[in-house]
């Protein structure tokens, strides 16, 4: 919505200034003005037209911002719902059926981790990502794939340091 009501500004902005010469100028050429005072009237009425340009400007930068924001939600809900849906999905389908590479997947993966809106498991040597229930996971001191012993590895994320499997915990 921004990024269009930025373009009717700047094009508002354009057909003004367009304007603005003719009525301007062309009584220059006529002889009936000045072009001294065809400038000064250009100059003074050219900055009020500045003001939609610049916003527009603005409106069309900050459009260009939330449609990338709304991008990543986007994705961000679609792993989400493969996830939840599936129990468990390789990550080499996750970035097949997204469009994105193994290391997008992996961040859009850690950014929901960091906002407590996945719990679920990785092993990353087997390309795997587990959906589970937070509280199986916080009872759990041993890895699923290997029975090594599981070491916290930061906020809502617990690693197995032998296979390299993480937990996330919401």
């Known amino acids: 919505m921004a990024r269009t009501i930025g ?19 062309v009584p ?25 340009l610049g916003a527009g400007l603005f409106l069309l930068w900050k459009g260009g911002q939330e449609a990338k924001v709304a991008g990543k939600a986007q994705q961000q809900r679609q792993l989400l719902n ?3 849906t599936r129990g468990q999905v390789a990550i080499s389908d996750l970035a097949i059926e997204m469009n994105l590479g193994r290391d997008e ?21 087997e390309g795997m990502l587990y959906s589970r229930q937070a509280s199986q996971l916080r009872e759990r ?21 032998y296979c390299g499997t993480e937990y996330f915990l919401d």
């Not at 373009?7 to 009525?23: D, F, N, P, S």
């Not at 997947?105 to 679920?120: A, H, I, P, W």
């Not at 001191?141 to 340091?161: K, Y």
């Open 7 to 25: 373009i009717l500004l700047i094009i508002g902005a354009l057909i003004g200034c367009l304007l603005l010469a003719l009525v301007m100028f």
């Open 28 to 52: 220059t050429l006529e002889g009936s003005r000045t072009a001294g005072a065809a400038v000064l009237g250009f100059a003074l009425f050219g900055i009020i037209l500045l003001a939609p």
């Open 82 to 84: 493969m996830v939840s």
């Open 105 to 125: 997947v992996q961040q859009l993966l850690y950014d929901l981790v960091g906002k407590r809106l996945f719990s679920g498991y990785v092993n990353w040597d």
């Open 141 to 161: 001191t041993q890895c699923e794939v290997c029975n090594g012993q599981l070491t916290l590895a930061g906020q809502g994320v617990i690693r197995c340091p």
